[in-house]
């Protein structure tokens, strides 16, 4: 057997050099959720196989800002944050599966590239962009919001040099519930491509997985009104699913470890 080692590529002597080191990967971000609807039938032309449209509620759907900051075993990117922190903007929609209200994830942008990777792992269709969300540091000052009634905070998302999207949510209040258009399991495909002649449209891997994790936390979650809105570019699709109507919005961290994944069914 050959001497290379890592979880992810470049497998080397020693297994320093992968890009996605093996999980556990612990998590711990700053979250602006915009909830709204979407055309019925663009959300249901994004659902992959084996999900069906939600019926109780057709359109259903949410926009996600997070500002993360992440680890593996031992916490060595934390004191190397250009390793840890990042940033990504992403939809879900709502679905079924065998019944099961769920959701999916068709479309994701992520600005750094471990990231990138270690999502395609997961099953996220992430690409590359630049995400910036507006930051709460403590201090009572003109350049900080605050987390307090009439405090303002917006997300932008670009790629390839044009803007897809943005939002804000203004806050009004502690939440009784928190965002529930995303709180469903979330199902997604895991898809990696074969370049052999003849087999392009063989994939190596193409499976329906639904994401796992343990040792949730969450802070208080504050709501209150929100706008959002998705901008058309070249070679992107995601503005099939602009808003027709936007819900409320949500503020909150929220933390959480990976180290598994289910395979619901090879498709």
């Not at 509620?57 to 990117?77: K, L, N, V």
Request: aromatic share 10%.
């Amino acid at each position: 057997m050959s001497g290379l080692r890592g979880y992810s590529v470049p497998r080397t002597p020693l297994g320093h050099s992968s890009l996605v080191p093996p999980p556990p990967w612990d998590y711990v971000g700053d979250f602006l959720v915009i909830e709204y609807w979407a055309d019925p039938d663009a959300v249901a032309a994004v659902l992959p196989d084996g999900l069906e449209p939600f019926a109780d509620d057709p359109g259903r759907a949410a926009a996600i800002f997070a500002d993360w900051q992440s680890s593996s075993a031992g916490g060595g990117e934390l004191i190397d944050p250009s390793r840890s922190q990042y940033k990504e903007f992403f939809l879900v929609v709502n679905a079924t599966l065998d019944g099961e209200h769920v959701t999916t994830c068709p479309f994701i942008w992520v600005d750094r590239d471990f990231a990138l990777a270690r999502g395609w792992i997961q099953g996220f269709p992430k690409k590359l962009g630049s995400i910036w969300i507006t930051r709460t540091f403590g201090v009572e000052c003109a350049a900080d919001p605050g987390v307090a009634p009439g405090a303002t905070f917006g997300g932008t998302c670009a790629a390839y040099d044009r803007r897809l999207a943005e939002g804000t949510v203004t806050l009004e209040r502690l939440s009784q519930t928190g965002p529930t258009h995303n709180d469903p399991p979330l199902v997604n495909v895991r898809h990696f491509p074969r370049l052999e002649a003849g087999r392009h449209d063989e994939p190596a891997v193409h499976e329906l997985v639904r994401a796992r994790s343990r040792d949730r936390a969450v802070s208080e979650v504050w709501e209150g009104t929100a706008t959002l809105r998705l901008h058309d570019a070249p070679h992107e699709e995601h503005v099939a699913l602009a808003p027709s109507r936007v819900g409320r919005g949500f503020r909150f961290t929220f933390a959480y470890t990976v180290d598994d994944l289910e395979t619901v069914r090879p498709l």
